[in-house]
């Protein structure tokens, strides 16, 4: 297991996430990342206010960026048709 942080990329910089979380590997993050995205996005709805955030940062514990998550990729591909 290895920790993965989670910081949320805002308009003006970024919330760190200080804890982080353990997954087995990359794949792992980005999934708890998806899960995070749809809680703020369902939070979002419910309380007619846009979440802060518009992506999360994917770092490991050196600090080192290993993958960014849009809030977007969070939702099923039928949500966000382009017709």
């Known amino acids: 297991m290895s920790r993965f942080y989670l910081h949320q990329q805002i308009a003006n910089g970024v919330i760190e996430d200080p804890d982080g979380t353990e997954a087995v590997d990359l ?13 703020l ?4 709805i419910l309380t007619g206010v846009a979440p802060l955030g518009t992506a999360f940062q994917i770092t490991n514990e050196a600090g080192q960026m290993l993958l960014k998550v849009p809030f977007r990729d969070a939702l ?6 382009t017709d």
Do not use: D, V, W
Not at 27 to 39: P, S, V, Y
Not at 41 to 44: G, I, P, R
Not at 76 to 81: K, L, Q, T
């Open 27 to 39: 794949a792992a993050a980005k999934h708890e990342a998806i899960l995070a995205a749809r809680q």
């Open 76 to 81: 099923p591909a039928r949500f966000i048709s």
């Open 41 to 44: 996005l369902a939070n979002a």
